[in-house]
């Protein structure tokens, strides 16, 4: 399915940028060909570009910063330059959400609005609009500044950038019109095409009441990145909570794309069938993506609260064994221990001497023409968007700040909450490999959830906002690639809140500061509008590394 969504995106960019051949296309009108495309089939090439262009940029890029992945040859160009925090000159690596936001649904999506607005299909119009603000969100947090102003004026070579305050109240404008537009009747009943597979609404199947709750849950993510605000206590705490008691239920309520994996084209890209590609540019023979990091590894061996276990076989937290593998081979110094494989990882800059190093994503070893996947990381894995689990996270950390956590019953609810969801996420959507582990015991969740590892309901004192964002990095780990950067950043990478977090020697961090923004695209932005870059100080080598506004008091 996902050539036939390529081949659509292809088409209507091609038509719309075909504006200044008015006449052209008046003398060859042509019902075959059709120069107007309608929503119903710019749908589902558009939801495929939302999985495509974050999936590109987190693993390539965002997940060395958040170190949810790392590399094995700590020489490598990938390694080198991203896990150092900086940036290799020239490339289009992490620059690819720009290009989603641009050009891959860019005026697609402006398309797909403006033909739903036109003829009354409002729960496309609203779809759409939805789409729109997440798209925007999604890269003002990447990149910072915008356009949001003129990006798609027929005939404009050069554009101006908007700071953050404006995109992201522009994202609420969005949102708003979604919700709008969700709340009308249209006068053809749409229900039917929405729900086709070929055609239709591959998220919520045009479900109107999720696609609101899925807006409301983009309200709350981003009023709880401004938590360094002066307002946010007074103000912005209660947005939060606000829009997280409107957004989604529990885990089946989740966004996602689908896949049915018949064949690469039509199979997450995280999954074997596309990791032994060069589709999503981790060939099967590359040292310098996709390895399990000792930040991840940490957490879920007891480093949450405690110490984590050194070398380990196993883990109280059952989602040790279903989201990481253990080594399929060994050094010297790290042997099995009785005959159990051992947990490894790679310590990000640094690489790692261990013969055969275990990976996450669904990477085909060297020499080998199978592997089976796990987690997330399989041809048929729905491929997350939002969950019930990240919210429940901000909802916490909403409760902590705003009530100082003195005696806050609520935001330990909201934090156990968020735990026993990513064990719901799993058994529900992380078991799709053909070979599938175990789903997660009630016994297995009730002794992690007993454990010194979870604050007890009983003492809401004991929580800290470390118990919260170490938690939701586990929950986000793998896929919110933009969310889980947004974490760090607002709490400066903090070591007392990620306290797995390997911090980095100054010395060999690139600039000798972390980064906190990616590039915008460089083909587009650095080639063609360079001086509207120089004015916002986006031509100086360290530019990565200037903090963004919604991390700033």
């Not at 950390?397 to 934090?415: D, L, M, R, W």
């Not at 529900?428 to 599938?436: D, I, N, S």
């Not at 582990?437 to 809401?460: F, G, H, K, R």
């Amino acid at each position: 399915m996902r050539n036939i969504y390529k081949l659509l995106t292809i088409t209507t960019a091609l038509l719309a940028t075909a504006s200044g051949c008015t006449k052209y296309l008046d003398i060859n009108s042509n019902p075959v060909v059709p120069q107007i495309v309608k929503a119903e089939l710019l749908l589902p090439p558009i939801e495929y570009q939302m999985c495509n262009g974050t999936e590109q940029d987190y693993t390539r890029s965002i997940s060395k910063l958040t170190q949810n992945m790392a590399g094995v040859d700590a020489s490598s160009v990938a390694t080198y330059y991203w896990e150092q925090h900086g940036y290799p000159g020239a490339s289009d690596v992490g620059g690819v959400v720009w290009r989603m936001v641009y050009f891959d649904l860019g005026i697609n999506l402006e398309n797909l609005i403006k033909d739903a607005v036109a003829n009354q299909k409002y729960e496309y119009a609203g779809i759409g609009y939805a789409i729109k603000a997440w798209a925007y969100q999604i890269g003002t947090d990447e990149y910072g500044p915008l356009n949001i102003t003129d990006a798609f004026t027929a005939g404009q070579l050069t554009y101006s950038y908007q700071d953050q305050p404006d995109v992201y109240a522009k994202v609420r404008e969005w949102g708003n019109l979604s919700v709008k537009y969700m709340n009308m009747t249209s006068p053809v009943n749409y229900a039917p095409t929405l729900q086709a597979t070929a055609t239709g609404d591959g998220i919520y199947k045009g479900d109107k009441t999720k696609w609101k709750k899925f807006v409301y849950g983009l309200f709350a993510l981003q009023y709880g990145h401004l938590v360094n605000k002066a307002e946010y206590k007074t103000q912005y705490a209660d947005s939060v909570v606000k829009y997280v008691g409107l957004s989604l239920a529990n885990e089946t309520e989740d966004a996602s794309i689908y896949f049915n994996a018949a064949t690469y084209v039509d199979a997450n890209p995280l999954g074997p069938l596309n990791a032994g590609t060069s589709n999503t540019g981790l060939l099967n023979s590359s040292t310098g993506y996709g390895r399990q990091t000792t930040t991840i590894l940490g957490l879920l061996t007891g480093g949450v609260r405690g110490t984590p276990t050194p070398s380990p076989t196993t883990s109280l937290d059952p989602r040790l064994s279903r989201f990481l593998t253990p080594g399929l081979a060994v050094s010297a110094s790290n042997p099995t221990s009785n005959g159990s494989p051992i947990y490894n990882a790679v310590t990000p800059t640094l690489g790692s001497n261990l013969t055969t190093e275990p990976t996450v994503l669904g990477y085909l070893p060297s020499g080998q023409t199978y592997y089976n996947g796990k987690y997330i990381f399989t041809d048929k894995a729905r491929y997350p968007i939002m969950t019930y689990s990240q919210l429940q996270f901000a909802l916490a950390e909403a409760y902590f700040i705003k009530n100082s956590n003195v005696g806050n019953t609520a935001a330990v609810t909201a934090y156990r909450n968020g735990i026993s969801a990513t064990f719901d996420f799993y058994n529900q959507y992380g078991r799709t490999a053909l070979t599938p582990d175990a789903a997660i015991s009630t016994t297995e969740i009730s002794n992690y959830m007993a454990s010194s590892e979870v604050v007890q309901l009983a003492s809401p004192t004991d929580l800290t906002i470390a118990d919260i964002m170490q938690q939701k990095y586990i929950a986000q780990w793998g896929w919110a690639g933009t969310e889980t950067w947004c974490d760090l950043r607002k709490y400066k990478y903090s070591p007392t809140v990620f306290r797995t977090y390997y911090q980095i020697p100054t010395a060999t961090l690139m600039f000798g500061k972390y980064a906190y923004r990616n590039r915008p695209r460089y083909n587009s932005e650095y080639v063609w509008n360079a001086a509207a870059l120089n004015a916002i100080g986006g031509l100086a080598p360290n530019y990565n590394t200037v903090e963004m506004w919604f991390s700033q008091p």
